[in-house]
Structures are given as structure tokens and as C-alpha cells.
């Protein structure tokens, strides 16, 4: 959740004022890319001018520490970086170069989701933590509406996919990450595959699509597949 709001007008020849807009991000569960320099600064809005000034648009964050004024320039969020050091201070990021603007809306039937679909292969952890670097949830599909909407994305890319469900806390016991709720097979009955889940060899405890049949899996959970982040 965004807390402050950090106004920045840049001046520019060419297209005369320009106004981004940063904001305090205090849920730092992923850190941005440092962009290789620091210095100290006088201000809060002074290190973001420069931040824009010297690195363009590769500036969609920086750092800086009230006390110390130290101005850390950054890039783009993620959970492979570290989030911001104490000696950092905190973060801001430009609202209009986040990722956050790549979530699209989808839709099948009565059912709409906003969501973004990462193809790149990662394990089920690194699927979870990344989709909390944009105040998403890794999918979930409680209703058969949602489940088709999903099915017919993964079909597309022709990929296995992590989904929102596991059974990590209780074997046997399956819920959905962004509520805890547990998988109703008087709704679902068939969407795991005929022999699935089976935990084979007592180490399957994270759920996938399969791209061939659609169905669901339970799967290793460091193993690496595509995933699907969805807003609230």
C-alpha cells in the first residue's frame, strides 16, 4: 500500500513541464535494481530529479534516507533484489513505469480477472513472492468461470503453470493462497487429473497446470514453470 505521495516536476526544453509522480512503498516484500552509483543529497525531491535526470526512464525508483540524505538511484522491482538496506532509508517508485501497469483485464463469461501473465519459468515460492511485489496473488480458480479463463491462457502458451494452491501446511488439506480456503471439490470435482494429486514421494505439495490436458497436478514446489499473478 502506497502511504505518501512524492511530487516531482521535472523542466525539460523540449516538452516544456513534465510532472511523475512517486510514492512511498512501505510493503517491501521485492527490492529494485540499483543502478550502480550513489550520493548524498539535499533533499527527497532532489534525489529524485537527478535519479530522472541522469538515468531516464531506467529510473522507475529510487532510495533515500532522511537523516543521512543518502539518494540510491533504481530501476524496476523484483524479488530477485534485495529490498532497501536500513542505511537506504526508503523507497519510492514512479507509479507510471511500475509493473504494475502491465496487468490486463480478461474475461470469460460473467467472470472478470486482472492479471499478468509471467512466462518465465521460476519455482512456486519465487511465483508467490513476485506476484506480492505487485500487490497480486499467484491465480486462483474457484469457480469453473474462472478455471476455463485460466485453462484457455495456459493452452495458448502451451506451457505448464503454476496455480494458487497447495496443501504445504496440511498434506491431503489443498487451499487457496490469497484467503486460505480450502479446495471445494463439490465445486471442482474434476479439475485435478484422474490419478492426481498422489504426493509422490511424499514431496508434491504445490499445485500446476498442465498445458496438455488442462487439468491440475500436484507437482515438487522447487521445480520451475510459467505463472499467472491476479489483482484482488
Not at 531516464?56 to 529490498?83: A, Q
Not at 504445504?168 to 484467503?179: A, L, P, Q, R, T
Request: glycine fraction near 4%.
Amino acid at each position: 500500500m502506497f502511504m505518501k505521495i512524492c511530487v516531482l516536476i521535472f523542466f525539460n526544453v523540449v516538452s516544456a513541464w513534465e510532472m511523475k509522480v512517486f510514492f512511498l512503498k512501505t510493503n517491501n516484500v521485492c527490492g529494485p535494481t540499483r543502478l550502480g552509483r550513489t550520493w548524498t543529497d539535499t533533499s527527497l525531491v532532489s534525489c529524485g530529479l537527478k535519479c530522472r535526470r541522469m538515468f531516464s526512464s531506467d529510473c522507475s525508483s529510487f532510495m533515500f534516507h532522511k537523516v543521512t540524505k543518502l539518494c540510491t538511484p533504481g530501476g524496476r522491482l523484483s524479488s530477485l533484489h534485495p529490498i532497501p538496506a536500513v542505511h537506504e532509508g526508503e523507497l519510492y517508485i514512479l507509479m507510471s513505469d511500475d509493473l504494475n501497469d502491465k496487468f490486463s483485464f480478461v474475461s470469460f463469461n460473467n467472470t472478470t480477472v486482472q492479471l499478468f501473465y509471467f512466462k518465465t519459468e521460476v519455482n512456486y515460492t519465487q511465483a508467490l513472492e513476485i506476484c506480492r511485489c505487485f500487490d497480486s496473488t499467484l491465480n486462483v480458480a474457484k469457480t469453473n468461470d474462472k478455471y476455463q479463463l485460466f485453462a484457455s491462457l495456459v493452452k495458448e502458451t502451451k506451457h505448464d503453470t503454476w496455480i494458487g494452491l497447495n496443501d504445504i501446511e496440511s498434506e491431503g488439506h489443498f487451499v487457496w493462497v490469497d484467503d486460505k480456503q480450502e479446495y471445494n471439490t463439490s465445486i471442482s470435482p474434476s479439475y485435478f487429473q484422474g490419478d492426481q494429486p498422489d504426493n509422490y514421494n511424499n514431496n508434491e505439495d504445490c499445485v500446476m497446470m498442465r498445458w496438455s490436458n488442462l487439468q491440475l497436478n500436484d507437482e515438487r514446489c522447487d521445480k520451475t514453470f510459467y505463472f499467472i499473478c491476479q489483482k484482488p
